[in-house]
């Protein structure tokens, strides 16, 4: 199987520097890939490849380190806890961008509390490893997934914002959520709290399917039927890159926008089939938001971008928590407990955003 890839950021037209950032990676060699001259082309071997998309914040140089400590901290992650190790189910591929995506969370928000001047910093991590003809996805925050098929664009992951709960729960239409003052504020990121809870998904990938990520500077202006559009009339997969780029900018790019585009190809993947059921799917694994069965202790909280000084490097890594086993009843009780906390946690940080707009002011 072959992946052709490009992958591109751009500062947008309104900010003066960019705290997005993309990592693509053969989990053989563990060395991420350069885009500054041309796309790549991967064979998929036994380890797999990696894809992520991170959107910082925490002000310029916070935002900065946090989106950069995330993607080097997940890759380092996963080369520990999978390239070198001689599990090969695809259990422990899951469990290894699970474990790496809590350690980067841990260790980002290690940093933040030796380093005042950090306090806050986080970003938003959408990773995908690719093993075999299956995609697994890890989300934290509002960049997203969407594999394109026969010209429609689908999304992968479930937004972990405010407007999503709101829509979910029948409060907004889809439309409204696009358009609110609020749309920012997200439930969680690494960095932030001590503790992240992932939402783990999967898709099997078929012959033709590209898949993007990108961050919610491009998802946030260019929708996702013009995201599959333009992927599907364009082959080269660096000018698809570019124009959408190009698109957000002309809509005038308020926010940094990064893209990452894969096309799938080669003898070792299926024609696609109507039987095929594509989108957010949950894969079931311990400490995961849609676990059934077991769960990480997790410390729920909400998170808004903000404006905060900076810092330097990261720290050692912390033990992964252990996993705890508890029944079906009390995860669901302890989640349907959550969901007003998040809402809450929520309203609080906007509340907190127009005093401090307001003490600006006055």
Known sequence: MRAHVFALTDVGQSRDHNEDTFLVADLESGTPLDFATDSHELIADTHGLLFLVADGMGGAASGDLARNMAGHLVLEGLMHRWSAGAASSVDAFAAALRDATVQANARIHQHAKDHPEHRGMGTTATIAGLLGDHVYVVQVGDSRAYLIRDGHAR???????????????????????????????????????????????????????????????????????????????????????QKLVERANARGGPDNITVVAVRFEGDGLSEPAATDRVGYHAFPLAGTLNDQTRELPVAPGSTHRSTLPVGPEDQAPTATPPLAPAPAQVIAQRKAAVQPIFILLAIAAVAATLWTAAELLY
Do not use: F
């Open 155 to 241: 999304q992968l992951t479930k937004d972990q914002s405010l407007m999503q709960r709101l829509v979910e729960a029948g409060e907004l239409t889809p439309e409204e959520a696009e358009v609110s003052d609020r749309r920012n504020i997200i439930l969680q990121a690494l960095g932030p709290e001590d503790q992240v809870t992932v939402d783990l998904t999967h898709q099997q990938v078929r012959r033709g399917d590209t898949l993007v990520l990108c961050s919610d500077g491009l998802s946030g202006l260019v929708k996702a039927d013009e995201i599959a559009q333009l992927t599907t009339t364009d082959p080269d997969l660096r000018r698809v890159c």
